[in-house]
């Protein structure tokens, strides 16, 4: 009866320490990780729904996250300038009382992977247009919004998308009406041509490569921003404007209803 | 001399900027752009855009970039040592500002203006330190007196030996006497004016040697050294000998250690100090090397931070790896060093390994370098330039011999066949035999395949001028409807002068749409030196200002390699140019568009 109870209490220690042992490798890991995000490159843990602010280069993305990012700076008309990024933004705010993690993608084309990335993760998306570009040559805006139309899963989850005709300031600017018709008719024209191109490479049929030759759109009808699963809401803006005159609290508006 | 100098984070907020003068254009913008994200080759830290040149510096661990402009035309050595020292001090002051920036409670932008005065400060300091390491190193010229050569002539020899006699007689006389003379030859002139000195002293003739027992009480004396003098105490006070103000310290256990190198201090600064590395505080990690045991444990709590030594040894075993996966030597090298470079300053938790970490930085890196900057959308280029320029859209093949160029581009015939393209094939290879006659076949195929479009060949037989008839062809195809001329070219070697200035002249008479270098997935280290010979030879031999270079790749035989595809990666790092179509096979259906992450997972995949 001692030697059981002997058996017994050595399994019962061996038990206990195995389990401190495994709290302990737990504690150490959530610890490592923690370590890893202060590095501020390392993307960064969200804890609440994402809003992605994509669209090409050059077109106000960053100008708008740091908008957003600091109403209290942004009501004074103080926001930091911006240059080209080569870095994902990514931050928790506080936009119009709600929390959301706020995502700006570098707009350069080889940062498409990681814009899929975090479109895939998106509650709501915020696409960001230089309106004196699209007066200009509307194609490559377009082929950037078909990509993020296309990509991520967007029309899958039904993700509200705002297009914003960013750069009203300026007099060569196209007004809302005329970008979303242009997009519309480049868009029609680029879904064809994406039909025609080549399979991609390598078997997986559902990788995210081919997603965006996806078809938008109905076939045999023109191609309108209705027709999508998304809802797609245009609106004016400028950044250079500041806060009020620039159409933010709109945005923000805009967020705090899509995420609801 | 400096015309701006910003810091802002990588992510594009500016946090802090001075500009000197009026900037023209966005210089910083063409960097991060070119330098930055494009073009992944730049070992130098210099850019040059427009007027001006530009250097910079990362502070990786809070993802933050430092960028200095000046003129092109100046140089400035010191703006690498500002760069660094700016760093250093920025760091150091605004670190929980800039971490700030992602913390949700903080909704106002940290003002950054308080750095003013301190770049100033850093600046002046920078320059100062510039300014005395020049100086120190280019001492005023040696007098020619000083020379050796000066001491080979007759009067150089002279007057050594004439110091030397000087020298010896001031020893044979007692103290204060010497002290005596030594000033008497001082108002003389001195050692300068030893000429007249020598010469008095020529004049004073030959002195007689003094033998044993002969010489006189005094220099008898002063020949004696032994026993301690009264009058050796000249020199022989510590005063005289050690510089008190430089001393070092003595430890607890009476070590005497001598002092540190002092940093001269700037005069009037107040007290500013430079940063300098060593500095540095490295997060707490390297305090005491402790035992083998609790370092580790050390680690393990605190994390470590990433340096260049510690990533050598990951780095050189993926730098095998890539190698492996039959990626050029070189461009290896260079891409694991770029990688190395950017996670200097990262800080790992102590459970991660630095592998899983260099694994991931290498795939986003890879991702990047393959993926395509402009668009690939041939379709679409063909309707935009039918439309718009009314003409056929022209694509010119090119490329080594027997890398697959006319099955290529009769599976590209095919693809545009199939969307209804009216296709035209210009049969510019004109030197190898059964060239034309294989594209003859092909296009029988062709039509064969496909039922209302048709395809047809543009050709003229062997032995004639290939810019010419694929100038014909063009003219042909516009007459005649045609949406796509395809142009197929001899193949040469990249080191074929002649053939490469041919090559040189059909692109620059016809200006191709479209110039797709085709290369074979199979070949290894030769990728580089063809694609850049390739550039090279349409950039020289042209003649014109605006060159065209190589507008796209076409990898074939890719069905060959099972996961060994490092030539895409090659390709596509030397030109900057993506992948436009991969041909897996030898049929006419075997061609596909390039998917990135599909060849990257094959690159990583052990």
Redesign the interface.
């Known amino acids: 009866m001692g030697g059981g109870g002997g058996v017994l209490a050595a399994l019962a220690s061996v038990l206990v320490l195995a389990l401190a042992g495994l709290a302990g490798w737990f504690l150490l890991q959530r610890h490592s990780a923690a370590i890893q995000q202060t590095n501020l490159g390392a993307a960064a843990a969200r804890k609440s729904r994402a809003v992605v602010i994509a669209g090409r280069m050059g077109a106000g993305k960053t100008a708008l996250w740091c908008h957003l990012r600091f109403p209290e700076t942004s009501a004074t008309q103080a926001v930091p300038r911006t240059q080209t990024s080569m870095a994902v933004n990514a931050s928790e705010a506080r936009v119009a009382g709600a929390r959301v993690h706020l995502v700006d993608v570098p707009g350069h084309q080889k940062y498409r992977a990681d814009r899929d990335a975090q479109l895939a993760a998106a509650s709501a998306v915020v696409f960001v247009v230089d309106s004196v570009d699209a007066a200009r040559d509307v194609r490559p805006a377009a082929e950037a919004l078909y990509d993020v139309l296309a990509s991520g899963g967007l029309q899958d989850r039904e993700c509200p998308v705002l297009v914003l005709c960013n750069k009203q300031d300026d007099s060569r600017a196209a007004s809302n009406e005329r970008v979303r018709a242009a997009l519309e008719a480049e868009i029609d024209t680029l879904r064809a041509s994406r039909q025609q191109a080549l399979d991609s490479l390598g078997a997986a049929a559902h990788d995210d490569a081919d997603r965006a030759s996806d078809f938008l759109g109905f076939e045999g009808k023109a191609f309108s921003f209705e027709d999508l699963a998304t809802p797609v809401q245009f609106n004016e803006a400028s950044m250079a404007l500041g806060r009020s005159a620039g159409g933010l609290e709109m945005v923000e508006q805009w967020i705090a209803d899509a995420l609801q | 001399m400096l015309d701006q100098f ?1 810091i ?8 802090w ?1 001075r500009e000197y003068t009026d900037i023209a254009g ?1 210089p ?2 063409a960097l ?2 070119e330098a ?3 073009s992944a080759r730049t070992d130098s830290t210099k850019y040059t855009s427009g007027a001006y040149s530009l250097q910079w510096a990362f502070a ?4 933050v ?1 430092f960028v200095a402009v000046y003129q092109k035309m100046l140089q400035l050595p010191y703006v690498e040592d500002l760069l660094r020292r700016v760093r250093l001090h920025f760091i150091a002051r605004f670190e929980a500002e ?2 700030a ?4 409670e903080r ?3 940290p003002a950054f203006d308080a750095f003013n005065e301190e770049f100033d400060q850093v600046w002046r300091a920078v320059e100062e330190r510039d300014q005395r390491e020049r100086k120190s190193r280019q001492a005023a010229p040696r007098k020619f007196e000083d020379t050796k050569k000066f001491q080979a002539t007759a009067r150089g020899a002279k007057l050594e030996l004439d110091e030397l006699a000087q020298a010896g007689e001031t020893l044979l006389v007692p103290g204060r006497k010497a002290a005596k003379m030594r000033a008497w030859n001082e108002r003389r002139g001195g050692s300068a004016g030893g000429e007249d000195g020598a010469a008095k002293k020529a004049k004073k003739g030959k002195e007689n040697r003094v033998w044993e027992g002969k010489a006189s009480k005094q220099a008898m004396e002063a020949l004696d050294f032994s026993g301690g003098g009264a009058e050796d105490s000249e020199g022989a006070t510590g005063s005289a000998l050690v510089d008190e103000s430089a001393r070092g310290t003595r430890t607890a256990d009476g070590i005497y250690e001598v002092a540190d190198v002092a940093e001269r201090a700037g005069g009037d600064d107040g007290g500013f100090v430079l940063l300098d590395d060593s500095d540095e505080s490295s997060g707490g990690n390297n305090s005491g090397g402790g035992g083998g045991i609790l370092g580790m444990f050390r680690s ?4 470590r931070t990433l340096t260049l030594e510690m990533l050598a040894e990951p780095m050189a075993r993926m730098r095998e790896h890539l190698a492996n996966k039959n990626v050029a030597a070189d461009i290896a090298s260079e891409v694991c060093q770029a990688v190395a470079q950017s996670m200097v300053g ?7 390994s630095t592998r899983a970490l260099v694994e991931q930085s290498m795939e ?1 890196a890879l ?2 370098i393959l ?5 690939t ?1 041939i ?2 280029d063909i ?2 330039v039918r439309r718009q320029e009314r003409r056929p859209y022209t694509m010119a093949f090119v490329g080594v011999n027997g890398v697959g160029k006319s099955t290529n581009l009769s599976k590209v015939c095919y ?1 545009l066949l ?2 209804n393209k009216r296709v035209l094939i210009a049969a510019c290879d004109t030197f190898r035999s059964g060239a034309v006659e294989q594209l003859r076949v092909h296009v029988r195929n062709l039509c064969a395949l496909s039922e209302n479009q048709s395809v047809e060949i543009f050709e003229r037989g062997y032995g004639k001028d290939s810019a010419a008839i694929a100038k014909d062809a063009i003219a042909h195809g516009a007459q005649n409807g045609f949406d796509v001329v395809l142009i197929d070219t001899a193949g040469r070697m990249q080191d074929n002068e002649p053939l490469m200035r041919a090559l040189s002249k059909l692109v620059n008479v016809n200006r191709p749409d479209k110039i797709l270098f085709v290369g074979e997935a199979l070949v290894g280290n030769e990728a580089v030196d063809q694609l850049e010979k390739f550039n090279r030879a349409m950039r020289s031999f042209s003649g014109q200002s605006q060159t065209r270079q190589i507008d796209g790749i076409i990898l074939t035989k ?1 069905d060959t390699i099972d996961d060994r595809v490092g030539a895409a990666l090659s390709m596509t790092y030397i030109t900057g140019k993506p992948i436009v ?2 041909g ?1 096979g030898q049929t006419y259906t075997d ?9 990257t997972r094959a690159l990583l995949r052990p």
């Open positions: 910003t802002a984070t990588k992510g594009g907020v500016v946090l900027s966005r910083v913008d991060v752009q930055l994200i494009e990786n661990e809070l993802n970039i800039i971490r920036l992602v913390d949700p909704a106002a932008f393990l709590a605190s994390g990262m800080r790992v938790g102590g459970l991660q986003t991702t990047r993926t395509p900057v402009s668009s959308d379709i679409r309707d935009h693809w199939q969307n890719f179509f991969v897996t061609l596909r568009k390039m998917n990135v992450a599909q060849v």
